[in-house]
């Protein structure tokens, strides 16, 4: 699909949502570009919330949110073991597999 869309010169990530793939928990180096991700949104949102406390542009503004859908490596299939997650604790027990669904497979 990003083939596809890079074709037609547009940004793929416009209509894809944007997906780290973490092989190696957090020593994998796609964890450590999604951390980066994370944490750039994160003061993203804090920068927001500054604004969204001025009553004109609480209006204006639509609030942010770091969530992130979480799913189950190779092999797998049908929605099972998937998972949302909001904070990057909730996100490393499950790639380190110290998860309670993960820690039982």
Sequence with gaps: MRSY????????????PLTFHI????EDEEFKKF????????????EQEK?????EMNKKIKKLRNIWIIKPGEMTNCGRGIQVCQTLEEIMAIISNT???YANK
């Design 5 to 16: 869309y890079e074709a037609l010169k547009e940004n793929p990530f416009k209509y894809i």
């Design 51 to 55: 604004l969204r406390k001025n009553p």
């Design 99 to 101: 998860s309670p669904y």
């Design 23 to 26: 092989q190696k928990g957090t």
């Design 35 to 46: 951390l980066e991700y994370f944490n750039k949104r994160v003061e993203d949102i804090k």
